[in-house]
């Protein structure tokens, strides 16, 4: 379209090139080539905020101010741009008009040149327009799409999205976001392009039950659907949740995959499952240690009422009487024994035990505990010997008492598993320091010996290797738990070594400081005391205080046997009018008491006894028998102090001690071995394989047995031969040895020889 | 009356012994090994217990496992009914359940220690060997 046919159309509609630059929409603006306005229309008027008139003649540059968005400098100006390049321009992104009235609006212009036909450049044409509303616009979305990718990247949870392949299996990743790259240890370009199953070798998914075809056609009906799977990464033992969201984006199907570390509450919930196994697991032991511990309590009291009863109903010979009474006093003291094991145990978890250091010797202390148990020892024909190297002999400084009962109970223990050999009690010194030694004790023995995965359980406190029916050692499974709490107390630690069928070495070890002391310090222990002659109390005159009428009963009859003249007061306030009237040698002091007590009693009987100048021993008898119960009715003013229950040896010791008697002589002998007899069942080696000598030994020891009417000794040897007998299976006369035994039991030696020689006959 | 006592406690044993002295001859066995060894000796004597007294705890075998070896050698060797051994089970354990375990394998009595003498005689008449 050229120029003239240009002007003749503009005639013919009779509009001007005026009228369409006036209503073009945007605006236009003509300079000269120095930039210099030489017309601009209305709506670039409108766009600068200058009115057409005052702007020509102005500079462009005066009348568009423009700016860079970015950087808030002054923009190259365009027109000179244009003439310079002799091409057309446009304005940088984001360029910034200052309009008249100072607001800033986003300009777009294209500026182009006018040439003459010559050829020659003769002004510049600018088209603007105000592009604000389109660029805030952009700037939202920017800015919303700036906000989710923050989002998208920084939420806790890892975010993978997948296309499906054609055959719905999982596709390559199109997305990843920043915690999956640190979770999956990839960075996003990576990812991008991987499928789910290239992360890792580690990286399992369980899918759960719904396959992904029917996922797809749930898509398919509903637009969308959601499954849960559960993944873990095996090498590090991080566990994952993940929901996968299907649904369509562009005609393919696409899976957002979100991945969440459900690792510490994985590891929350083991530790919550584990508390509770561990709370059944401690109230099973408290239930099995209840009806352990009733069973321990009932077969001594078992004995106890039983024997008593049998002692009240049945005529018996006096050696049956001595020897039921026997059996009484064992199954109590059985009784008693556990029962200071409870105290002792929870005494220790109560925290209420104190470690007291004294100078003592160690090779005493080793010694003495041996001979302890040298007479249960010897009854079951086991050697117990105490290795304790010269080089202890010095003094040093710890807590005997504990570590004396720490040692008794491995003995003790050792004695109990032991059916044949020998006990070896040894004390080592393993590291000098100069100053401190590690000493370690050790009781080594040829018994029964623990599985090794029954080695764990000894030292637990309610627990027994063997807990069945059918176990052949009793027990409350208390006393090792008391021994390693009593080492771990004192700073040493306690450890055993075992061999089924060999035995085992209980060993402990405890850092003590040698002493320079010469001599060791005088501990008081009630059995250390020295025995005095029952004949010495004689016309002794000692006041009982007790209120219970069996205790009081019980010793008058020791009181009666030792010729002790005694007195019975009730109560304290009887007691004190008592001493009013009376001179003793001795006052018994129950604490307990009504109408007055033990204590206010005894500070009675000392006001009057200031005004005498006297001094009356008076000895607190109670059953307030906790460590420190002593200690402190010593501190009360106390001479002395007995715990009940008591046994007469106990008692004539402390009245004898207290009494004013000095004289050093045994007690009395029959009394003391009735007391301290020992009533254990017998209990025979292990079997042996059938030797005829052997086998005669026996025999010939068993007809001696036999005819000297010793049961003990015909019940060990025909046991003996009945064993020999069942091991090489000889049945007749594995019997026959039997026979004899059940015969000896019941002290039928008649019976017993009779059958005796038909057993010789069978072993002819 | 013959009477076989199975008890590894030695009180409870003497106890027992001396209890039962009074009404019969008393064999002592000391576990549960030779309880049963001493059920086959009576059947191969033919002088079989009027009453056994089981302890339900003992070294080598438990009561139960005696009582049930001792049901099983009775019909093995053709027992009548009314020859059979009258059982108690005797135990320190006081669950009902044991006690409930023992009467389904065949024990006539149960009694729980410590025993009470005249509870145990009473026992003895009700089962009727005394």
């Known amino acids: 379209m050229n120029k003239v046919f240009f002007d003749e159309l503009f005639r013919e509609v009779n509009i001007s090139a005026y009228d369409i630059l006036e209503n073009t929409i945007d605006g236009i603006v003509v300079t000269d080539?120095?930039?210099?306005?030489?017309?601009?229309?209305?709506?670039?008027?409108?766009?600068?905020?200058?009115?057409?008139?005052?702007?020509?003649?102005?500079?462009?540059?005066?009348?568009?101010?423009?700016?860079r968005g970015n950087t808030g400098n002054r923009a190259v100006n365009p027109i000179k741009k244009a003439v310079e390049t002799q091409s057309i321009v446009g304005l940088e992104k984001d360029t910034l008009l200052l309009t008249k009235n100072n607001e800033y609006i986003y300009l777009s212009a294209s500026i182009s040149i006018i040439r003459d036909l010559e050829g020659s450049v003769k002004a510049v044409t600018c088209v603007l327009r105000d592009v604000s509303r389109l660029r805030k616009r952009e700037i939202d979305v920017e800015e919303n799409e700036r906000k989710y990718r923050a989002l998208f990247n920084n939420t806790s949870d890892a975010i993978l999205v997948t296309l499906l392949t054609s055959e719905n299996k999982p596709g390559k990743i199109i997305e990843a976001n920043e915690t999956a790259c640190r979770m999956l240890g990839f960075s996003r370009e990576e990812l991008l392009g991987m499928r789910i199953s290239d992360l890792s070798q580690d990286f399992v998914v369980e899918l759960n039950e719904r396959s992904t075809d029917e996922i797809i056609s749930q898509v398919k009906a509903t637009g969308e659907a959601t499954r849960k799977c559960e993944g873990h990464l095996n090498g590090n033992s991080v566990y994952f949740e993940i929901i996968t969201q299907y649904f369509v984006l562009n005609n393919q199907y696409v899976a957002l995959n979100i991945i969440h570390d459900v690792t510490s509450f994985r590891l929350a919930q083991e530790q919550i499952l584990q508390a509770k196994q561990a709370a059944e697991e401690a109230n099973k032991t408290k239930s099995m240690f209840l009806a352990n511990m009733s069973h321990e309590i009932r077969t001594p009291l078992n004995g106890i009422i039983g024997m008593s009863d049998l002692l009240l109903k049945i005529k018996m010979t006096p050696e049956e009487q001595v020897e039921t009474t026997k059996t009484i006093i064992s199954c109590s003291q059985n009784l008693l024994h556990l029962l200071n094991n409870?105290?002792?145990?929870?005494?220790?978890?109560?925290?209420?035990?104190?470690?007291?250091?004294?100078?003592?010797?160690?090779?005493?202390?080793?010694?003495?505990?041996?001979?302890?148990?040298?007479?249960?020892?010897?009854?079951?024909?086991?050697?117990?010997?105490?290795?304790?190297?010269?080089?202890?002999?010095?003094?040093?400084?710890?807590?005997?008492?504990k570590i004396q009962q720490v040692l008794n109970n491995l003995i003790n223990n050792a004695v109990k598993f032991t059916l044949s050999g020998e006990i070896i009690v040894s004390v080592d010194k393993q590291s000098d320091d100069g100053i401190s030694c590690e000493l370690q004790f050790s009781v080594s023995d040829t018994g029964i010996g623990i599985e090794e995965k029954d080695l764990n359980k000894l030292f637990i406190a309610f627990s027994q290797v063997d807990g069945s029916y059918t176990r052949q050692f009793g027990g409350t499974?208390?006393?090792?738990?008391?021994?390693?709490?009593?080492?771990?107390?004192?700073?040493?630690?306690?450890?055993?070594?075992s061999k089924p069928g060999f035995g085992s070495k209980f060993i402990f070890v405890l850092r003590l400081k040698k002493s320079n002391n010469l001599k060791a310090e005088d501990i008081k222990i009630q059995n250390a005391l020295p025995c005095k002659p029952l004949v010495g109390l004689r016309g002794k005159k000692v006041l009982l205080v007790e209120d219970e009428r069996i205790n009081q009963q019980l010793f008058m009859k020791i009181a009666d046997f030792c010729m002790i003249d005694v007195d019975i007061a009730n109560n304290g306030v009887e007691a004190v009018d008592a001493v009013r009237h009376n001179c003793y040698d001795l006052i018994l002091m129950d604490i307990q008491m009504p109408v007055m007590d033990g204590i206010e009693a005894m500070k009675q009987i000392r006001e009057i006894q200031k005004t005498r100048g006297t001094h009356i021993a008076i000895i607190a008898v109670t059953s307030h028998a906790l460590e420190g119960d002593r200690e402190k009715y010593l501190s009360l003013g106390m001479d002395d102090y007995l715990a009940k229950p008591y046994c007469v040896e106990e008692l004539l010791k402390v009245i004898s001690c207290n009494a004013g008697i000095d004289t050093d002589i045994k007690s009395d002998i029959s009394l003391s071995e009735m007391l301290l007899g020992n009533v254990d069942g017998p209990n025979y080696s292990k079997s042996i394989s059938w030797k005829a000598d052997a086998a005669k030994e026996h025999c010939r020891n068993l007809q001696k047995a036999i005819q000297a009417k010793d049961q003990q000794n015909a019940e060990k040897y025909s046991h003996l031969i009945k064993e020999m007998a069942t091991d090489s299976g000889n049945i007749d006369i594995k019997y026959a040895a039997f026979d004899i035994e059940i015969e000896v039991r019941k002290k039928n030696f008649a019976q017993a020889e009779v059958l005796f020689e038909e057993l010789v006959k069978l072993m002819l | 009356m013959r009477i076989l006592i199975a008890e590894?406690?030695?009180?409870?044993?003497?106890?027992?012994?001396?209890?039962?002295?009074?009404?019969?001859?008393?064999?002592?066995?000391?576990?549960g090994m030779e309880a049963v060894e001493a059920f086959m000796m009576s059947i191969r004597k033919k002088q079989l217990y009027d009453l056994v007294c089981l302890d339900i705890m003992?070294?080598?075998?438990?009561?139960?496992?005696?009582?049930?070896?001792?049901?099983e050698m009775e019909k093995q060797n053709d027992i009548l009914p009314q020859d059979a051994s009258k059982v108690v089970m005797i135990s320190a354990l006081n669950e009902t359940d044991i006690v409930f375990e023992t009467f389904d394998t065949g024990s006539e009595a149960y009694a729980a220690k410590p025993l009470n003498t005249e509870k145990f005689i009473k026992l003895l008449e009700k089962l009727e060997l005394i």
Not at chain 1, 477 to 497: C, H, P, T
């Open chain 2, 8 to 31: 590894d406690d030695y009180a409870s044993r003497q106890f027992l012994f001396k209890l039962l002295s009074q009404y019969g001859d008393c064999d002592i066995v000391v576990d």
């Open chain 1, 477 to 497: 499974g208390l006393g090792l738990s008391i021994a390693k709490k009593l080492v771990e107390l004192m700073g040493g630690r306690i450890w055993v070594e």
């Open chain 1, 342 to 401: 409870i105290l002792d145990l929870s005494k220790i978890e109560a925290e209420k035990v104190e470690v007291v250091n004294r100078v003592f010797d160690v090779k005493e202390m080793a010694e003495e505990s041996v001979n302890m148990y040298r007479i249960r020892a010897k009854e079951k024909n086991l050697d117990i010997k105490a290795n304790i190297k010269e080089e202890l002999e010095n003094l040093w400084i710890g807590d005997k008492i």
């Open chain 2, 58 to 71: 003992m070294p080598k075998a438990d009561g139960k496992q005696v009582l049930k070896a001792i049901r």
């Open chain 1, 33 to 67: 080539t120095n930039g210099t306005i030489l017309y601009m229309n209305r709506f670039a008027g409108d766009i600068a905020g200058w009115k057409q008139k005052e702007s020509v003649g102005k500079d462009f540059e005066e009348v568009f101010r423009l700016y």
